[in-house]
């Protein structure tokens, strides 16, 4: 690098140790405890660059490490968190939301802490108080020439997280390179990539997929032979032919659909004439990318041929989200962010346009409700995927996609509200009530299926009183004249046949598969006798005093303890009950569970004469 170029770059980081107050506390307080503090890394390379840097990493040389630390943490009112990783300990604060992480140099040279460093571009340190630029590893000239290259060649193998994150580096540092010679470690070391952990491999991904070019930072992990250890499910994709309505192999399709959203001017594009308002940024951008990055893994698997000799994928997009799932499941996504990503993937078929037509609005506020908050991403996921799909009529295919879309974006900001959280017509408590019934499973799946066939105007409460208010006989209702259900009700009753009860499970009115509602019947259950009421009663847990479940009587305070048989009959005989009697051997079954006996039937008998003691028997 030219003298004049380091010259500039001094200059640069010594207005910059004095501007920004965070560094220049650093500075005096390492001057004050007699310490050397270099920064390092990442903050003098976007320096150098001209990028903005929110974290800054140091290395502190001196005997009085500890009191500088102390005092760093007196100062700013933030605790020290400390790491240790092959033995190096590293020293974190967190201020506003940067990270100043600090690494304490014990033993060896500067040179040789450069040295272990992952690229020569991160090895530049630079003293805060003598002013003078440290670069053993030629760091600065590799900048100058925009190349990425590994510091040695076992810096691999200190740790494989390295090799993703010189990818990543590749994506967000514009126009740079990586080295020949790095991208030949990378490839004979690529195996090593599943040592770190899953967390610190997620966070790698995340970054590629958040950069400015993530179709190509992908295309390069797989080229380097990064992506199949670490997503393995990719690897049938490649190569692999579709139909007619797609030009492209899965795998080529999946990078095409994914440089479709590669940076805000492609959103733009994609979104032209939506009216889609603000485009996803952050969160949202990074479920959007994974999706189309994971919604077509499934298609090697559900390959068919037709009689017509057409290709079909036939429930690819479930079993796509299955794969999916394990793959986050694998690489620790959080919970919220996996199923996003799954429910994408499971209805990125869903805004298709019939042959005949467009999309109907209750086809519209069906695809609404199903993707709830995600519906914008699932019309630029659709988007994207056709952009990628240029085989057969792909132009009028996509001509009236646009419109679908439009239309699904206009009633999700005109309604979205509504009906994504329609108010509620009927519970389950008014159904037994009107119904005569108890609780059953079935209800709160006719419930979804009456909320699903809704429409505007159809059922409304205004009109007349509400169904929690009426009088209903105890026995229920049947089908006469006179009903108050209103015709096409969801729970119209339709027959009445013995212990059976058939309802209409159909928001239409017409006869679909039927609820049925049988007694209750009891059935032999474990149980032990619980020591406060004395009876038996099924009981899930061990032994122990209580009340359980079946019980219906309060355990005595203190129940875990012994309590003596006189205690719990005194207790039963102030209540006004009789004292608990032991269960016959005879109600027992050799494996402890308990009989049901009817009750024997009660016959009609004179009682037994009373026998007097005759007169003349002493007493």
Known sequence: MAAAAKDRLRADLVRLATSDPMLRAFSELARETGVRLL???????????GLPSRDADFILIGRKARIFLNRVSLRLARRVVTFRKRGIVNRRISVEGRDYDIVELKSGSLERELRRRDFTINAVAFDLSAGRLFDPCRGLDDLAARRIRAVTAGAFLDDPLRMIRA????????????????????????AMIVRPS???????????????????GIALLDRL??????????????????????????WRHTLAALAAVDDASCLRRLSRGLRFGPLPAGEQLLVLRWSLLLHDLGKAETRTIGEDGELHFFGHEKRSAALASQIMKRLRFSTRRARSIRRLVELHLRIAVPAGGDLSQK??????????????????????????????RWRSARTGLIRTCREILKLYRSSGKEILAPPRLIDGHDVMRLLGIGPAGR??????????????????????????????????????????YPRGSLFRPIERAGPTLR?????????????????????????????????????????GAG????????????????????????????????????????????????RERLPAPREASTPAPRLRRPASTPR
Request: glycine content about 10%.
């Open 39 to 49: 920064l390092v890394g990442g903050l003098v390379r976007d320096l150098r660059l």
């Open 167 to 190: 990818v990543r580096l590749w994506c967000e540092l514009p126009r740079f390179t990586i080295a020949r010679r790095t991208q030949d470690l990378i490839r004979r070391d690529a």
């Open 198 to 216: 899953s967390e610190r491999i997620r966070e790698e991904l995340d970054r590629v997929v958040l950069s400015r070019q993530p179709s190509r």
């Open 225 to 250: 032979g990064l992506l199949t250890v670490v997503i393995p499910e990719v690897e049938p994709l490649r190569g692999f032919a579709q139909n007619r309505y797609h030009h492209l192999d899965a």
């Open 363 to 392: 086809a519209c506020r069906r695809i609404i409700r199903d993707a709830g908050e995600l519906a914008p991403l699932l019309v630029l996921h659709s988007l994207a995927d056709k952009d990628a799909s240029r085989g057969y």
């Open 443 to 484: 209800w709160g799946e006719s419930s979804r299926k009456f909320r699903a066939g809704r429409s505007p105007g159809r059922y409304r409460t205004e009109s007349r009183p509400s169904i929690s208010s009426r009088k209903f006989p105890p026995g229920g209702l049947s089908p006469e004249k006179g009903s108050p």
């Open 503 to 543: 309802l209409n499970a159909t928001p239409g009115g017409r006869t679909g598969r039927a609820a049925r509602h049988r007694p209750r019947m009891r059935r032999a259950v474990p149980f032990r006798r619980c020591r406060a009421s004395g009876r038996g009663h099924p009981c899930r847990a061990g032994r």
């Open 547 to 594: 009340r359980r479940r079946g019980c219906r009587r309060d355990a005595t305070p203190g129940s875990r303890s012994r309590l003596s048989k006189a205690a719990a009959v005194q207790e039963r005989l102030s209540r006004g009950s009789s004292p608990p009697s032991r269960s016959p051997a005879r109600d027992r079954s050799p494996w402890g569970w308990r």
